[in-house]
């Protein structure tokens, strides 16, 4: 049985390392382009488990199961492709690809904003898998499963384990309002124009 961190708990890990990376690098991208960024951040972040049979966001949309069957094929199966160095980079660079043959040069600055956003989120998924119980085959086609920490199973992500909902949730709620708190005005001027 394959275990999995939830989408929620991956949508706020991706929302953390965007805005820790925000803090480094800030950026005013306008009201409009901020928004789509943070959603891109928060696709990108479930984007990874597309191949899962358990995918909510499979189970609302009209040709979820479709969408499965084609993405688990691209893929190899779950932790397969999708979470390897060699699947992120071939993703990236694909999609970098079309933006830069297909759609007008104006739009390429937004939509390369867009594209990093969606990276961000899309990288810290394998990242953080990486704490669960099966680990992430970093390595693949290697199949050689990393997990972090090394110590025991009690310690790993299980989905919505008492570890999940309760410790990891919450140290990622308090770091994100930390971050925010010390770092607010780098919020707001990714709103500003």
Not at 20 to 31: A, C, H, K, R
Not at 76 to 92: D, E, M, N, Q
């Amino acid at each position: 049985m394959i275990v999995t961190m939830t989408g929620t708990t991956h949508q706020l890990i991706a929302l953390l390392a965007a805005f820790w990376i925000l803090t480094m690098y800030p950026v005013s991208l306008g009201p409009v382009l901020a928004i789509i960024a943070i959603f891109a951040v928060m696709i990108g972040a479930v984007t990874p488990d597309l191949d899962h049979p358990a995918t909510n966001i499979l189970k609302r949309t009209i040709g979820g199961k479709l969408v499965h069957r084609l993405f688990t094929a691209f893929s190899g199966g779950h932790r397969h492709f999708t979470h390897g160095l060699l699947g992120i980079s071939a993703i990236y660079f694909f999609l970098h690809w079309i933006i830069v043959q297909f759609l007008q040069p104006v739009y390429h600055p937004q939509l390369l904003t867009l594209l990093y956003a969606f990276m961000i989120g899309y990288i810290s998924h394998p990242i953080a898998d990486t704490l669960t119980d099966q680990g992430v085959p970093w390595l693949w086609p290697i199949a050689w499963n990393i997990k972090i920490p090394p110590g025991p199973e009690e310690v790993r992500v299980t989905t919505e384990s008492f570890v999940e909902i309760i410790l990891l949730r919450g140290s990622l709620l308090f770091a994100l309002a930390l971050l925010l708190s010390s770092h607010w005005s780098v919020l707001v001027l990714l709103f500003a124009r």
